[in-house]
């Protein structure tokens, strides 16, 4: 079973940068695309940031030229650079890695999601 934890949340004034890490526990076969999404309190659970395996990115309006996802695939690791931060990318966020469909069975797996805060 694959286990992904984040770290790297915290509080922080707007105006501030955090960087959010996604490890996984052990090296995944045929991923397809590695994302972070962001839930504030009371609201679904948007995409803010992906990657796929070709390296391709795409991100949320409200998040562009602010926030870079990148990997490093030796680490087993995604992370999320967060600059110019602003109160409303206030949330729980939360990694996610999609496998390609292998077999007729495609994998997708979660961490446990890291609070961000940011005070204006």
């Known amino acids: 079973q694959v286990q992904l934890v984040e770290s790297g949340g915290g509080l922080v004034q707007a105006g501030g940068s955090l960087r959010l890490s996604c490890a996984a526990s052990?090296?995944?076969?045929?991923?397809?695309?590695t994302a972070w999404y962001r839930q504030a309190t009371g609201k679904r659970r948007d995409m803010v940031a992906l990657?796929?395996?070709?390296?391709?990115?795409n991100y949320a309006d409200s998040v562009k030229d602010r926030f870079t996802i990148s990997r490093d695939n030796a680490k087993n690791t995604v992370y999320l650079q967060m600059n110019s931060l602003k109160p409303e990318d206030t949330g729980v966020y939360y990694c996610?890695?999609?496998?390609?469909?292998?077999?007729?069975?495609?994998?997708?797996?979660w961490g446990q999601g890291t609070q961000v805060t940011v005070s204006s």
């Open positions: 052990r090296n995944i076969s045929n991923i397809n695309a």
């Open positions: 996610k890695i999609t496998t390609f469909i292998v077999m007729g069975v495609r994998y997708e797996y």
């Open positions: 990657m796929t395996t070709g390296g391709a990115t």
